[in-house]
């Protein structure tokens, strides 16, 4: 399993950065291709799932590990997310075996 963190965003809109923290080859401890690093972007609360996003999983989790928000992302594109949410959460993309995770604030 790979785990890839995302930097904190807060209200001014624009590209949530993914970059890799850790990656654990499953190949026998051989090195491996970076990983494809997903694209998301935010604005206010409007969520763009863009490029590396497709067949992934995508969820908020609030304070106590608790998922407030998930998604399977079947195309690209923008999607709204519940203006009751606010405060400071962890995102994560879960794709196959790898998971790229960070915080949002909204």
Avoid: C, W
Wanted: overall charge negative; hydrophobic content about 35%; proline content about 8%.
């Amino acid at each position: 399993m790979a785990l890839f963190a995302v930097t904190a965003m807060y209200a001014d809109p624009g590209p949530i950065q993914l970059p890799p923290i850790k990656t654990t080859p499953d190949n026998g401890g051989h090195p491996r291709s970076p990983a494809l690093v997903p694209v998301l972007y935010i604005d206010g609360y409007t969520l763009t799932a863009g490029n590396g996003t497709l067949g992934s999983t995508i969820q908020l989790l609030d304070e106590n590990d608790n998922v407030v928000f998930s998604t399977f992302v079947y195309i690209e594109g923008d999607m709204e997310l519940p203006t009751t949410l606010s405060g400071t959460y962890t995102i994560q993309v879960l794709r196959g075996s790898q998971t790229f995770e960070g915080e949002i604030t909204l």
